[in-house]
């Protein structure tokens, strides 16, 4: 599967953006699907993740109550609407597919990657 995100751009501390991460390829409903983000001179780290019904959703502690992700399988495209943005949340983001077969946070467990979308968030 092929995987294109895109939605980012600056926004001003408190705003919103929503990223979308389009998929292309192989069934897409049989994927789970997650956003991770990497900050600049940090390790990538887990955002939120999506079952491949998408009735169920996960979350890193820092953006629960903020983020909010979804998918549309009829769309082959997953969402990640953002609110409330704060500096730290600052980073590339990155759209990712897993053939876990249950919930991950772990990078390493996704098997395909987007290129990434910038958030820039000024104070």
């Known amino acids: 599967v092929q995987l294109q995100a895109s939605g980012g751009g600056l926004v001003q501390a408190g705003g919103s953006l929503r990223l979308s991460c389009a998929a292309s390829?192989?069934?897409?409903?049989?994927?789970?699907m997650g956003w991770f983000r990497q900050a600049a001179g940090k390790e990538r780290e887990f955002v939120a993740a999506?079952?491949?019904?998408?009735?169920?959703?996960y979350y890193t502690n820092s953006v629960k109550g903020r983020f909010s992700i979804s998918r549309d399988n009829a769309k082959n495209t997953i969402y990640l609407q953002m609110n409330t943005l704060k500096p730290e949340d600052t980073a590339v983001y990155y759209c990712?597919?897993?053939?876990?077969?249950?919930?991950?946070?772990?990078?390493?467990?996704?098997?395909?990657w987007g290129q990434g979308t910038l958030v820039t968030v000024s104070s």
């Open positions: 990712a597919a897993s053939n876990s077969p249950s919930y991950t946070a772990r990078w390493a467990q996704y098997d395909y």
């Open positions: 999506i079952s491949r019904s998408g009735g169920n959703t």
């Open positions: 390829g192989r069934s897409f409903s049989s994927y789970l």
